[in-house]
């Protein structure tokens, strides 16, 4: 059993959003809410596994809080990263980055394959997907005919998408040029608050198989983990993203499948002998990321925040919601088969 890891980053400040009377103070990885002359207020304090200032990179967030998901991954630990936070508030940013400062996605592909290249003793065979959850629609971003498709459940496989595109991948190159594919594909549209905004929910999933290369056993152990990368929708006040017509109808499945999420991670976190029905069944989010949220898995989530006085309330909620996220234990294991021994296969 362990913790699911929590972190918290605040974006850069932007110079029209003026510095207001409060103010949020750092002190190592605890955050707290002060008054003009620095007292703070009581109550609204909070600690996470680490909280990353406006000045941090995403080479910081990646090594720090993910780079351990990927690794164990790549030894058969099913992974998820993802990324929480109101509109504007750096998830996008946070995922995928920029040319200078690439986000975890990239960062997370380059070191899979860097790192299997490394690895003499055995072979792998990674596969790729990308979808994306809009208006509580699971649409393929690999391949555009693929459209509201299916969540299916299954012994062997657990909770799975049908019918989704899955690539062969052999280079990071191969990969990131999909994900771009991917990108332009993705729902998004300008609001008051970010003139690129994420109307939906993302997950980019890695599929990772392994098996030993010079096995001589009549049995191959093969090693299969999954690895998602979310960028969730931004959880929005409809008022202050001036949403109206379409926007306004894609906010409100964003905040409902959003309220689901905080619905399921309330339950999580509460006591064990309350925890007697968990809803992942009602949203596709909370089904698909069900094995991340106290199941097989192990999961770190980035909860961003805007650092403005104008934000406070939606901080205090996502600083509440990474609170709660918390006290959620996983129970990971390495995920291995024995199939019969091929020739082939070795
Ligand atoms: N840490 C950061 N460093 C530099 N720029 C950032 C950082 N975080 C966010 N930004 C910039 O702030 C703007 C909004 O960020 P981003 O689009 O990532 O927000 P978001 O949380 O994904 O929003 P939405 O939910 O609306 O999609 C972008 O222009 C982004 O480049």
Redesign the pocket.
């Known amino acids: 059993m362990e913790k699911i890891s929590v972190a918290v980053?605040f974006?850069?400040s932007i110079a029209e959003e003026a510095a207001g009377e409060r103010q949020w103070r750092i002190e190592d990885n605890r955050i707290s809410l002060h008054r003009p002359l620095g007292t703070p207020i009581s109550g609204i304090s909070f600690a996470f596994d680490h909280v990353f200032e406006q000045s941090?990179t995403n080479a910081s967030v990646y090594d720090i809080l993910i780079k351990s998901i990927i690794h164990a991954a790549i030894n058969g630990f099913n992974g998820t990263a993802f990324a929480y936070?109101q509109?504007?508030?750096?998830?996008?940013?946070?995922m995928n980055g920029?040319q200078l400062d690439p986000g975890i996605i990239p960062q997370a592909v380059r070191d899979i394959f860097d790192t299997t290249h490394m690895i003499t003793d055995r072979e792998f065979l990674v596969r790729v997907s990308y979808m994306e959850i809009y208006n509580e629609e699971i649409n393929d971003l690999l391949s555009l005919g693929n459209q509201r498709l299916p969540v299916h459940e299954s012994l062997e496989r657990g909770v799975y998408v049908a019918g989704l595109r899955e690539e062969i991948v052999n280079s990071a190159d191969q990969v990131l040029e999909l994900i771009k594919l991917g990108e332009a594909n993705r729902h998004v549209g300008e609001?008051n608050?970010?003139v690129?905004?994420?109307r939906s929910h993302t997950i980019f999933r890695m599929v990772i198989e392994s098996s030993a290369k010079d096995s001589t056993s009549s049995v191959d152990a093969i090693r299969v983990s999954v690895l998602n990368l979310v960028?969730l929708?931004?959880s929005e006040r409809i008022a202050k993203t001036g949403a109206g017509g379409v926007r306004l109808k894609e906010g409100k499945h964003i905040n409902k499948s959003l309220m689901i999420l905080g619905n399921v991670i309330n339950k999580l976190s509460e006591n064990g002998k309350h925890r007697a029905h968990i809803p992942y069944r009602d949203s596709k989010l909370t089904r698909i990321l069900q094995p991340a949220l106290g199941g097989n898995a192990k999961t770190s989530i980035i909860c961003?925040v805007a650092p403005e006085e104008v934000h406070i309330e939606e901080t205090k909620g996502t600083l509440q919601f990474a609170s709660r996220a918390k006290r959620i234990t996983n129970c990971a294991q390495v995920n291995e088969i024995q199939l019969p021994s091929y020739p082939h296969r070795r």
């Open positions: 980053r974006r850069p941090s936070g509109t504007s508030s750096g998830k996008t940013f946070t920029s609001t608050m970010n690129r905004s994420s960028d929708a931004g961003t």
